[in-house]
């Protein structure tokens, strides 16, 4: 069964830095493409950042600069390393992973970043 966990989340001041992790398992980690999507409320889930399984990234406009994907295939998990944390910045952060054996897609539960003005 394949789990994607995510943590690292919390309250923040704008200005500010966290960093989600987020820990799979069920998969071979190391072949599958990640990614960290975000909703705000009211708004459709976007992509946030994306990494492929031979290490190349790409990040939404809004985040570049500020936000860093990356990966530990021996730990099988995720980061996201967000710095300069802005107020709308603020939603439910998801991980996301596509198997690229069976073109399946997983979803973590969602962690809340909140970034106070």
């Known amino acids: 069964q394949v789990q994607l966990v995510e943590s690292g989340g919390g309250l923040v001041q704008a200005g500010g830095s966290l960093r989600l992790s987020c820990a799979t398992s069920?998969?071979?980690?190391?072949?599958?493409?990640m990614a960290w999507y975000r909703q705000a409320p009211g708004k459709q889930r976007e992509l946030v950042a994306a990494?492929?399984?031979?290490?190349?990234?790409n990040y939404a406009d809004p985040v570049k600069g500020r936000f860093t994907i990356s990966r530990d295939n021996a730990k099988n998990t995720v980061y996201l390393q967000m710095n300069s944390l802005k107020p709308e910045d603020t939603a439910v952060y998801y991980c996301?992973?596509?198997?690229?054996?069976?073109?399946?897609?997983?979803w973590g539960q969602g962690t809340q970043v909140t970034v106070s003005s």
């Open positions: 069920g998969s071979i980690f190391s072949i599958n493409s």
């Open positions: 990494v492929t399984s031979t290490g190349s990234t």
């Open positions: 996301h992973m596509m198997n690229i054996l069976t073109m399946m897609n997983y």
